[in-house]
């Protein structure tokens, strides 16, 4: 699958894309809200290796792409969005922008393709999320696609010696606008 938006390309994984994520996966900014502390060479080819065997599902329920930037060419990031294992009409999305292109809009312009995708091609009733309560970031992309949080999970995650709240968030169909063409 390959999705094209006013700035970005969002296509395949390729086997060898895994330095692009490595280059910014090592970063201390991008590494803030995960449960990793660093990230070696072979976690980043496993992390690529994920992606590459789902494109080999029959039939396909999880599409992760990487986000490519259309001036540049350069692999700034990936995004997702992959149908829930028991149901076929809701699905997660996720995303990951290299932390010197963040605050251009780079991760919404890329969820919102998946959303649309989604909606029309997927048959998707329901996008949801989640994040770590303290993402600002990633909170503030969430509400700029439209959705809604809809709860706080208190101290469900434990990484980094501390416990985490998640906030998870959902969009339905019938509240989704198309982009304006
Ligand atoms: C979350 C992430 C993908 C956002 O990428 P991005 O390309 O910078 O996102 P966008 O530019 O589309 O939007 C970011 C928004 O968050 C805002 N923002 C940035 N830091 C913030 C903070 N600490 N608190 C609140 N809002 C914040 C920006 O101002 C912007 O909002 P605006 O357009 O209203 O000004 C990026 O920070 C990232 O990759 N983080 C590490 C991985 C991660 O956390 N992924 C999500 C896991 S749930």
């Known amino acids: 699958m390959q999705i094209t938006t006013e700035r970005l390309t969002l296509r395949e994984f390729e086997s060898d894309d895994w330095p692009a994520v490595l280059a910014y996966q090592q970063d201390p900014r991008y590494l803030e809200f995960y449960p990793w502390s660093t990230r070696t060479e072979s976690d980043v080819k496993e992390f690529v290796q994920w992606f590459l065997d789902e494109q080999a599902e029959s039939p396909r329920r999880r599409f992760q792409l990487a986000v490519v930037r ?43 393709a998946l959303i649309e995708h989604g909606f029309t091609e997927m048959g998707l009733h329901r996008v949801s999320s989640w994040c770590i309560a303290g993402n600002g970031a990633s909170a503030r992309v969430l509400a700029k696609l439209g959705l809604q949080q809809e709860g706080r999970l208190r101290e469900n995650e434990f990484f980094k010696g501390r416990w985490w709240d998640t906030l998870v968030f959902g969009l339905l169909k019938n509240e989704w606008s198309p982009p304006k063409t």
Do not use: F, M, V
Request: charged share 30%; glycine share 14%.
């Open 70 to 112: 259309r001036d540049t060419g350069a692999l700034i990031g990936n995004c997702g969005i992959r149908r829930k294992p028991d149901s076929d009409q809701e699905a997660d999305i996720g995303y990951e922008i290299a932390p010197e292109h963040w605050g251009r809009g780079y991760a919404t312009e890329a969820a919102a």
